[in-house]
């Protein structure tokens, strides 16, 4: 397979997840901002939201205050921010049209209607439709996503598009432990207090694990186990650990069907190992802000692995 | 000009001889159906071709419906037995064509014979002296011939043009197809139309047939495409999935040691024949155009080495040059032994003062083409032109008469056509797609039909209004 074919098959589907999480960053953010100032604790969510979505510092060139308004249009529909909803439709339906030949025409229909859709929306829209909006935006990602599961023949191409989903996810996930970690810590929790509750509740919701959590623990929800759930549990499609089993799975296949492992491999079943060898409270004692980071640096360094050794 | 047409369905233009045998069964049943049928099924043919064609609608970036070619449903027949002509006429056309590229890229033979003016040759500027003397594999130049030819009368037959670089629209005949079969399986079952659909295994296997001598494994093949900004873009896809192959741009290839290797998930791969839909000039920026991106800097050297072949060879261009056209039933002559079975449109090539004087003197009846032009630039058409228009070509004429041929205005057939008053014929040609391999010639049978949707035009082009309407060749 043509290493640009494998490029951008791993890119729209980074791209595609990319527009669900920033879906699901927005929703969660929208959900915080409608409870009592008692409750979401008086902080300015917007600036929260948009650091969890990263790229703060272009939104600061192009806006003056980070308030539903600006922070809407900056992750929703502004096509100067490449992770935008909008720029991330465009992007891996670009990525799809030069690489016509290797989707089925199913993805291929998904991501042209998908994009064709797209222009019929913009910030002009009320919260009641920015709403559906985002519900449009995370059904899309999900039938692009059935596609490829229900269509793609089990072959490079296929496994290229799951290591693009998982090591995408894989960063989501970090990214919002990065800039929420301190909610978790042992010292933020106060018997009773109901503020954290809801930032808890939040950053389930953004990696869509409210009830997953319920059935995993049957706990009320705790700081330490939010963390365990995202970062330990396999079982989390969103986990850590999880991307990393997808990650390392599909590397396998890949380095099976061609006959050679590489340095993505040895990366990738580093980091398993080191997962699943660690429990949160070891984490939590040497410091979950340090853990988190790490991983985000690894996680990094497994991409440009990946594309150094396929996709170049 | 348009009522004195023959018309393929109904013979003489006055349509008084009656409905022509091949077009008995079509002729009762576009009779049979309802007046709000066609449009039916014309919407129908539009949302499947915006559904499976989908991509060729939205590449122009600025949307979607202009940029679907208009398709007629109404298609166009041929019997088995204008069809096994034809067929001799293109086979025997191309291996001349194939034969009188060999001989000016070597020997230079028919230029000594005196079959055609050297100076026609050397100052043209399609002809490559970067590939005289290299040897090409199998020595086969026109792997995909694109032959267009018009119709005039019921056994009259012309080669308009000889597509001989990259033709183009292979894709809409297998498209049209497709749709066809789609809305009207009855016609299908009251006609024994021969398929069209193994096209890609034909073209696949002609390309696999060329590969360079050296190659000892299963040849490597691949689509090379100047990208997805390309207007043929869509085809190009479309083949390359059709045919199982890589769609490669300029840089998923690079060249080492003379020989060419694609960028893969697993590493460098050889490739070694090259279905190239980018013209010579873009092709290798070291040896042709210094500014080309489209191009792989280095292939030239591989392929004088002989390490890939290119489809098609470098330098064809000459041989689908107006003026080298006019010297084809010279051609075929001189490299088959035989007379040209298909006609060149008579012409005359106004750089010989007895032709000169001729059209100089009938020139309010001619069509005057420029020998390097193309899409209509630098033409005149006599019956059309005005008396400044005439005059000014005259000048041009006695000034620069090698620059210019001329022809008659030909009356193309008609073919029954579904447009806004209802079923009414329409001026087509035809372009069928010739395969050359080291094996056999191979053509599907059929081609694309295009069809001037205007009222007594001529012009069959998709920018000028033309259409394309399915081929149906009827096999007994």
């Known amino acids: 397979m043509l290493s640009r074919t494998a490029d951008s098959l791993f890119w729209l589907s980074r791209y595609s997840e990319r527009a669900d999480f920033v879906a699901r960053i927005l929703d969660a953010t929208l959900r915080l901002t409608t409870l009592p100032q008692s409750y979401s604790g008086g902080r300015n969510e917007w600036e929260s939201a948009l650091a969890s979505a990263g790229n703060v510092e272009l939104f600061r060139s192009l ?184 990650l390392v799975r599909y590397l396998d296949l890949i380095a099976d069907a061609y006959g050679r492992r590489g340095p993505s491999q040895r990366i990738a079943t580093g980091m398993r190992a080191r997962l699943s060898s660690s429990s949160i409270d070891e984490i939590f004692s040497r410091g979950l802000h340090e853990f988190v980071t790490e991983f985000i640096d690894e996680n990094n360094r497994l991409g440009l692995a990946i594309a150094e050794q396929y996709l170049s | 000009m348009a009522g004195a047409a023959f018309d393929e369905m109904n013979g003489s233009g006055s349509g008084t001889d009656g409905v022509r045998p091949p077009y008995e069964a079509l002729s009762a049943w576009l009779k049979q159906q309802p007046p709000e049928f066609f449009n039916t099924r014309r ?173 000892a494994r299963d040849p490597v093949v691949a689509l090379l495409t100047p990208g997805r900004y390309n207007s043929a873009f869509y085809e190009h896809s479309f083949l390359a999935d059709k045919l199982g192959v890589e769609l490669v741009e300029a840089s998923d290839l690079f060249v080492k040691d003379e020989r060419v290797y694609m960028r893969t998930t697993q590493g460098p791969t050889r490739v070694d024949v090259i279905y190239r839909r980018i013209d010579d000039d873009f092709l290798d920026p070291l040896v042709f155009r210094p500014d080309s991106i489209l191009g792989v800097p280095g292939i030239m050297g591989a392929y004088r080495a002989g390490n890939v072949t290119l489809a098609n060879a470098v330098g064809t261009g000459i041989s689908d040059d107006k003026a080298v056209y006019t010297y084809m039933p010279e051609i075929v002559r001189f490299f088959t032994g035989e007379d040209a079975i298909l006609k060149n449109v008579p012409t005359w090539r106004c750089r010989e003062p007895e032709a000169l004087s001729h059209v100089l003197a009938h020139l309010s009846e001619l069509v005057v083409k420029e020998v390097n032009g193309s899409g209509g630039y630098g033409m005149l058409v006599g019956p059309h032109a005005s008396k400044r228009e005439l005059d000014e070509f005259t000048r041009k004429l006695k000034h620069n008469p090698e620059n210019f041929i001329a022809q008659p205005t030909l009356s193309l057939s008609t073919c029954p056509t579904f447009v806004a008053s209802g079923v009414a014929p329409r001026h087509v040609d035809l372009r069928p797609f010739v395969l050359s391999g080291a094996d056999e010639i191979r053509i599907v049978p059929g081609g694309l039909t295009r069809v001037a949707l205007k009222e007594g035009s001529l012009v069959v082009n998709s920018s000028q209004g033309g259409g394309t309407k399915d081929t149906w060749v009827l096999d007994g």
């Open chain 1, 63 to 246: 806006y003056s205050v980070a308030n539903e308004d600006t922070v809407r249009d900056f992750l929703a529909f502004n096509p100067r921010n490449p992770s935008s909803i909008r720029s991330c439709i465009e992007t891996a339906r670009e990525n799809a049209r030069s690489v016509r030949t290797a989707l089925t025409s199913e993805m291929w229909d998904d991501l042209n209607c998908a994009w064709l859709e797209m222009k019929k929306y913009d910030n002009d829209i009320s919260q009641e439709e920015f709403a559906r909006f985002l519900d449009w935006v995370k059904r899309v990602v999900l039938t692009i996503d059935g596609s490829a599961y229900r269509t793609m023949l089990r072959n490079d191409a296929y496994w290229f598009t799951r290591l693009g989903s998982a090591i995408e996810r894989a960063d989501n996930t970090a990214r919002i432990l990065d800039v929420k970690y301190y909610l978790l810590l042992p010292e933020t929790e106060r018997v009773g207090g109901s503020l954290d509750y809801f930032q808890w509740t939040t950053i389930l919701r953004e990696v869509s694990a409210l009830t997953a959590y319920h059935w995993v623990y049957r706990e009320s929800v705790k700081p330490w186990l939010v963390a365990d759930l995202l970062i330990l549990n396999r079982q989390m499609p969103r986990s850590f650990a999880n991307c990393y089993e997808i």
């Open chain 2, 43 to 215: 919407s129908q043919a539009e949302l499947f071709f915006r559904r499976i064609g989908i991509t060729f609608a939205v590449y122009g970036e600025n949307e979607t419906s202009e940029r679907l070619i208009p398709f007629d449903i109404i298609p166009r027949l041929l019997t088995k037995a204008e069809w096994s002509f034809l067929e001799r006429g293109l086979k025997q056309r191309v291996a001349a064509l194939n034969a009188f590229l060999k001989d000016i890229y070597g020997p230079q033979e028919c230029i000594r014979a005196g079959i055609i003016p050297a100076d026609l040759v050397y100052r043209n500027p399609h002809y490559r002296l970067e590939v005289k003397d290299i040897p090409i594999p199998h020595d086969i130049y026109v792997h995909v011939a694109g032959i267009d030819i018009v119709r005039v009368g019921p056994n009259e037959f012309y080669v308009l043009e000889d597509n001989a670089r990259t033709p183009s629209g292979v894709s809409y005949m297998l498209e049209n197809r497709e749709v066809m079969m789609r809305l009207f399986p009855e016609l299908f079952a009251r006609h024994h139309v021969a398929p069209v659909e193994n096209y890609p295994d034909a073209l696949l296997a002609t390309l696999r047939s060329v590969a360079p001598e050296s190659v």
